[in-house]
């Protein structure tokens, strides 16, 4: 309670007094795991202290626990530079995969002999806080690693983020329970004046189902998982929000050099300095005990408060750390060691069908939502009507779903011994978009008959069309184009092009200097790659490899600069020439015939033509040869290049890319974090580069 008629220099005291007792019933409960005084008891110190500063805002500091939520919304995130870069984790997925990581670094440093140290891979988001003076001072996201942004205000909220260090005499007593003498040594001698550590903001799984709760009550969407509101969070522009989200933080990495040897080292000069560090995290001696840890968190995952989905293996030395050095973005040192994909069981609510761009139908099973690896899964393909008679799922059944590669869900199994007699058997409808249905011959497909009076697949095609891989037409998505069509000012993709920024405008969502923005990009777009452009057209079975056999073909008869050239050459290629193409054959190459024999394609293409589209042909030289009848798959993340820039660069060189490994690939390039490609190819020998590699090969 505010004392009455307080002096200022008496309130200047009750204030520092307040502020000290506060930070440590804090660090109490939140890193000793001690409630010293209850909850209630904390807030009402805390509401003293609001008081005083009310009555005298000059005494207010940034370090005060009133100022984790403070200050006007921002408009955006001003940017800022990392001291040092902040790197990301190659993935492992084995017990080799492990020995291979360690085999490397042996080669690297011979003489090492090496220990580790092992935490809890958080589903969370990295950051970065800088303290001054023992005064939290900067908060920054990752960002590219090298510049993130500054999130101070909201970090400010997260209770378990320490808004001034623990007093000096607190952080040498606790050091010396450490036995960390040679950093005591160091402190008397000099005390650091900047500290940077750094660590992971998470939300409970707790919190998480108290927020969707809330979700509910509002009528509004649910949240996916925890980390993505974390993420979220973490980025709203009004501190109050953020606060509003019951935020958590643990404190994983010492940036300033402050004596320490090991990871270790750091971990436990973290929590002296008052971080709160995560309890489960622990020193290992070698890789077998790094599996028993391993295998023991992925069985009791389910117990821990918050979501992980691995551990992070640290190789504990800080002087081997360095010296085995950064590739790309990831450090030598260190991976993060995944779990296995989670698999849960479902019930298939119903099966509908999806159209696509050639009016072939997707069977789709609408899932009871359910969490798979941190992620809600409300639905999963069934490919085709084999699929479905393989599986012999039907409406109404009890299923098990997993996420391929931990991304794409999937039905594992049907439990029919879980059926109770109501499911139901699905079948293709007969009739869609107004037309009938037909298996098409020789394939598991569903189709309508007349893919070319369906607005469906028109949108699809659409879609297709301006997609990154295609025209790659930026700012013109699925809802813009919905609108263009909705509002009859296009009927084909040809017409985006002679779009005007007045047509736009009266839309809805679009002011003038977004309507112009679109059609800049649309301009910006006319100039295309061949391989590309065939791409674009949607041809059935036709996907971006055998567009590039396709444009080999055509670039033989003539150089096309243009559509109207491609009508041209589609006139002198017979269908036993598509068909006799390496890649193509029969089935494929009938796709491509009829297609270039259709009268309305063939208007189409002089429709892109009239409309200006410039096709840039490759030329055909003894450079641009030099990876012929090479076979390239790409796994992982590259850094240097982005998955479609590498693939063309390999088609510019006159190689393939192929979407799986198989003994025919030459090389199958690992960038970070690669996926179950990397890990067949070593079962079958395949050759594995690196990026490095890779670049070189392209030179």
Known sequence: MVIKNLTKTGAKERIEKLKKAINHYRYSRLVLNKELISPEAEDTLKKELFDLEEKFPDLIT????TQRVGGKALKKFPK???TTRMLSFNDAFSEEDMEDWLERNRKILPEAKFDFYVELKLDGLAISMIYENGIF???ATRGDGTIGEDVTANLKTIEAIPLQLLERDEILKNLEKQKLHHIITRFKKSWPKIIEARGEVFLNKKDFELLNKEQVKKGLSLYANPRNVAAGSIRQLDPKITASRRLDSFAYSLKTDLGQKTHEEEHLILYSLGFRTNPNNKYVKNLDDVFKFKEHWEKHREKLSLEIDGIVVIINSEEYFRR????GKTPRGAIAYKFSPKESETVVENIIVQIGRTGVLTPVAILKPVQIGGTTVSRATLHNEDEIKRLGIKIGDTVIVGRAGDVIPDVKKVLKEMRTGKEKEFRFPKEFCGQKVARAEGEAAHKILNPEKCDLVNRRRLYYFT????????????????????NNLISDAADLFDLKTGDLVPLERFAEKSAQNVVDSIKKSKTIDLYKFIYALGIEHVGEETAVDIGKKMAAHKTINRPRDIVDVSLKIKLDDWQKISNIGPTIGTSVFN???????????????????KIISPKITAETQKLKDKIF????????????GAKDRIRLLGGDISSSVSKAVDYVVAGSEPGEKYDKAKKLGVKIINEKQFLKILK
């Not at 085995?324 to 590739?327: I, N, S």
């Open 62 to 65: 940034s370090d005060s626990p």
């Open 80 to 82: 800022i530079h990392h």
């Open 137 to 139: 001072k900067t908060g």
């Open 324 to 327: 085995l050095g950064v590739v």
């Open 467 to 486: 997609s990154k891989a295609a025209f790659n037409i930026d700012g013109v998505g699925p809802k813009i184009i919905d609108s263009l069509l909705d």
């Open 595 to 613: 297609y270039f024999s259709d009268k309305n394609q063939i208007a189409f293409l002089k429709k892109l033509d009239v409309a200006g589209v």
């Open 633 to 644: 798959v790409l796994t992982g993340r590259l850094e240097t290049l982005t998955r479609d």
